[in-house]
């Protein structure tokens, strides 16, 4: 085994991920040695010594800690869409449903228009024969 290099930063994993943890924990409760105040990953970066690559990178149950800390969980951000998304997939069903009963509606009055329509026409012809007296232009008897 290798002696250890004293000039470089490598550490085991599970100690940089402690130091990654004590320094979220550190920003939070506005104890950073670095004066970080708000919790983003690039400041629990600086805070523990290390690139926000490595967190993203390498940990990635603590870049979801510091997302989970700032309200913008992954997790919780998709279970809020897939709701969002059934949601509006149900209005969307429904959107559909209303407009197949209103067409059908249109096709209902269309077909009564042409009734009524075809009434009006054979009533007018009648109106217009030679044989049609009007009764309201007729004078009453004396």
Do not use: C
Not at 68 to 91: P, T, Y
């Amino acid at each position: 085994m290798k002696p250890k290099d004293k000039t470089t930063n490598y550490k085991p994993a599970e100690d940089r991920e402690k130091d990654l943890k004590l320094a979220l924990y550190r920003i939070q409760k506005g104890r950073a040695r670095s004066g970080e105040t708000k919790v983003t990953i690039a400041a629990v970066a600086r805070e523990a010594g290390v690139s926000t690559a490595l967190i993203h990178n390498h940990y990635p149950r603590i870049a979801e800690a510091i997302r989970e800390a700032q309200g913008r969980s992954s997790r919780a951000m998709r279970d809020v869409k897939q709701q969002d998304l059934i949601a509006e997939r149900k209005k969307s069903a429904a959107y559909r449903q209303e407009i197949e009963e209103l067409r059908t509606k249109v096709a209902n009055l269309a077909s009564i228009n042409e009734v009524l329509l075809d009434e009006n026409r054979v009533l007018k012809a009648k109106i217009n024969g030679p044989r049609i007296v009007d009764l309201a232009s007729r004078k009453p008897h004396e």
